[in-house]
Nanobody, 124 residues
């Protein structure tokens, strides 16, 4: 399994922006799809955004137009730029890597490496 370390969460007001980062070690980062998931209080973890090894991005409908996922292969780092944050974006955000390289997937069961999570709280 890879090691993933997230940072960048915090407490912000609605309408604000945050950028999450995830540094990955233990894998050839550039060969893997990477993704962000989140878990709101009392809810199941859900897919937020993913980016393939060839930079194709995919988003859940609720964040389209507000969030941007990107990667820097030279720095082994995944990013999530979150703009126009809403209270419903509150949760613990996790970055994740699948067990298999060069597959495009958003299925949680395909991901075997997870970060420790970073808390994002958006107040109204």
């Amino acid at each position: 399994q890879a090691r993933l370390v997230e940072s960048g969460g915090g407490l912000v007001q609605a309408g604000s922006s945050l950028r999450l980062s995830c540094v990955v070690s233990g894998r050839t980062f550039s060969d893997y799809t990477m993704a962000w998931f989140r878990q709101a209080p009392g809810k199941e973890r859900e897919f937020v955004a993913g980016i393939s090894w060839i930079d194709s991005a995919h988003y859940t409908d609720s964040v389209k137009g507000r969030f941007t996922i990107s990667r820097d292969n030279a720095k082994n780092t995944l990013y999530l730029q979150m703009n126009s944050l809403k209270p419903e974006d509150t949760g613990v955000y996790y970055c994740a890597a699948p067990r298999t390289p060069r597959i495009a997937t958003v299925q949680e069961t395909d991901f075997d490496s997870w970060g420790q999570g970073t808390q994002v709280t958006v107040s109204s």
